[in-house]
């Protein structure tokens, strides 16, 4: 009888005799020698020194001006008056006046700016509820723990939107005027400035058939540092109103930095003035002052700008190439020395 095979024994465990399972398949191991890795580092320094100077150049044909209004001008008064609290609901307006001396081509964009405001803190981006934010009526009125103590008013009414990152909206509001021989009103576009996912995916309001919004939100109450609920952000455009409003969707999605900005609008170019985009000229900018930065010693600003494709005029790409550039270029340099200095010295040894 032939001998009948031990399925249980030590051989049971011993990988099958193929090239793949005994590692006999053919492998290429790379022979690094500096004919071939000096040369790879020199043309990574030099295409990292292309790249930022390319990108570099395509940031300087951006055009931007940076306007701090915190306390200047008239806003001053302003300013002094949010270090009241009992003056909050206050309505306060101010001006400023400022030059653009080159014409900013093509599309303009509006940027409102905050300097030293964390939205990046864990605890003030879990305070909001996303299942209200996206319209589900079970959570309208009865929002998640997160959003205290912003989840209920004094009254005990549900607050929509409820949570810390809603209630501290930014809510200074803008009007900018050319002082040109038309003197008109700059046209500012206010919608379609938010990401599309978060316009028709994320933020929904409550299913209202053919209710109107006001009374969908019965029984909630506004933000307590609101001035108005949320169903009249925008009473003039149904698509823009309640959770659905740019304004409000732009500013729930928190910044990452302590300093940054935010679309505001965007220059309508219809008008024959602004054709061309927003021309060389004296303009006065007119504010409507709510938003206090006393309190986390902050700073407010408008930011005007044009963009390119590779965004705003961000110098830290091309500066970072740069730089990455020269230090492959250092160390190409040095490890050229160390071969013409050891290198050869040993392969003539060798010899």
């Known amino acids: 009888m032939g001998k009948v095979k031990d399925k249980c024994g030590p051989l049971a465990r011993r990988p099958d005799n193929s090239a793949f399972k005994q590692q006999r398949l053919p492998a290429w191991s790379p022979m690094l020698t500096a004919n071939t890795v000096l040369p790879f580092f020199y043309f990574m320094a030099l295409l990292c020194m292309f ?26 008064t302003c300013f002094e008056m949010r270090k009241n609290l009992s003056k909050a609901a206050d309505t306060c307006k101010c001006t400023l006046e400022f030059q653009i001396e080159e014409t900013f081509k093509g599309d303009v964009f509006f940027y409102y700016g905050l ?21 589900r009526k079970n959570k309208l009125k009865n929002p998640s ?11 005990g009414l549900p607050i929509a939107p409820c949570g810390a990152v809603a209630n501290s909206i930014f809510n200074d509001s803008f009007t900018l005027h050319y ?17 599309y996912t978060d316009k028709n995916i994320k933020y929904r309001n409550p299913a209202n058939g053919s209710m109107p919004l006001a009374q969908v939100f019965e029984g909630t109450a506004q933000p307590p540092y609101w001035h108005k609920p949320v169903y009249e952000l925008d009473t003039h455009s149904p698509n823009n109103n309640g959770f659905i ?59 005007l700008t044009t963009l390119t494709w590779f965004g705003g005029q961000n110098h830290f790409l091309p500066v970072a190439y740069l730089v990455t550039s020269c230090l492959i270029l250092l160390v190409a340099v040095v490890l050229t020395v160390v071969w013409f200095k050891f290198g050869k010295n040993e392969r003539k040894m060798q010899e």
């Not at 723990?145 to 009254?155: G, I, K, L, S, V």
């Not at 002082?179 to 990401?195: A, E």
């Open 115 to 135: 300097q030293n405001f964390h939205q990046n803190l864990r605890r003030y981006m879990d305070s909001r509820d996303d299942g209200q934010m996206v319209g």
């Open 51 to 76: 790249l930022g100077v390319w990108l570099l150049l395509t940031v300087q044909d951006t055009q931007e001006l940076k306007l701090d209004y915190t306390d200047a001008g008239t806003c001053i």
């Open 145 to 155: 723990t997160y959003c205290t103590p912003f989840e209920t008013n004094q009254d």
């Open 179 to 195: 002082l040109g021989t038309s003197g008109s009103v700059v046209p500012l576009l206010r919608t379609g400035i938010s990401w």
């Open 245 to 303: 409003n740019d304004d409000l969707i732009v500013w729930m999605r928190e910044a990452a930095f302590p300093n940054f900005k935010k679309l505001y609008g965007v220059l309508h170019r219809g008008d024959k003035t602004f054709t061309k985009g927003l021309p060389a000229g004296n303009y006065r900018l007119n504010v409507s002052y709510n938003f206090p930065v006393q309190y986390f010693r902050g700073r407010k600003e408008v930011v």
